[in-house]
């Protein structure tokens, strides 16, 4: 029996996307590396770090200028979501929440992002959530289901009674080997492998789930 609702951040709830990719591109364009927002994809759920070995394509940085590098990011992308309102939600995701809520399920947010507190707070949703988890959470980040295990946890449920909303390849991959209902927010070459897979956040529809 389903008990709980655990929610991806980045493509779920919001589109921090774009504000990473401004962030990304901004110190690509410093360094002289090029960056489009296609390559921008790939970083999609995926940890700072990962992100930035992605960006660097095999370029080899020493360890203390990635550390600057990844700073630097994130400096330009903390100044970016001081502007996010809840004008930021996507589409359907607050009355998708409001719903759930309604109905008695447990509610919970797994980010892998190191930012999803503040950016939580300011689209005015943190008191919906019952549970937090964000990139300070565990250490192994998705495709490892440790995020989505330790939320359960904290919710106080099993992970059979949890379903997980995500909209990277990544996430998809820890929800099915947290051995959870996975539910893909994209297109099938991204997040095909989930129970339920919807192109968009407003096209879920809670009774096939729940069935
Ligand atoms: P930060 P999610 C992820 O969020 C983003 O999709 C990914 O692009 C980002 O690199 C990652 O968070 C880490 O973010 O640098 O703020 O710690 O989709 O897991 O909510
Ligand atoms: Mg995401």
Not at 80 to 99: S, V
Not at 141 to 151: G, I, M, N, Q, V
Not at 186 to 192: A, H, L, M, S
């Amino acid at each position: 029996e389903i008990k709980g609702f655990i929610f991806d951040l980045d493509g779920v709830i919001t589109d921090t996307a774009e504000l990473h990719y401004r962030s990304w591109k901004k110190l690509a364009d410093e360094e002289g590396i090029p960056f489009t927002r296609e390559d921008n994809e790939q970083l999609r759920g995926v940890s700072r770090r990962k992100s930035l070995e992605l960006l660097l394509n095999g370029r080899e940085v020493p360890e203390e200028k990635k550390l600057e590098m990844m700073d630097r990011k994130n400096n330009y992308y903390k100044e970016f979501i001081k502007q996010i309102t809840e004008e930021d939600l996507l589409p359907g995701a607050k009355e998708l929440l409001d719903e759930l809520k309604s109905r008695g399920y447990k509610l919970a947010v797994a980010s892998a992002s190191k930012n999803a507190k503040p950016v939580i707070k300011n689209l005015g949703v943190e008191h919906v959530f019952d549970q937090i988890s964000d990139g300070y959470s565990v250490e192994k980040t998705k495709p490892a289901p440790d995020l989505f295990l330790y939320t359960a946890k904290q919710l106080g449920l099993k992970p059979e009674e949890c379903v997980v909303i995500e909209d990277a390849e990544a996430g998809i991959e820890a929800a099915l080997a947290a051995g959870m209902t996975a539910v893909g927010i994209g297109p099938e070459e991204r997040v095909g492998k989930a129970h339920f897979r919807y192109d968009k956040v407003a096209d879920i529809n809670l009774d096939d789930i729940l069935a």
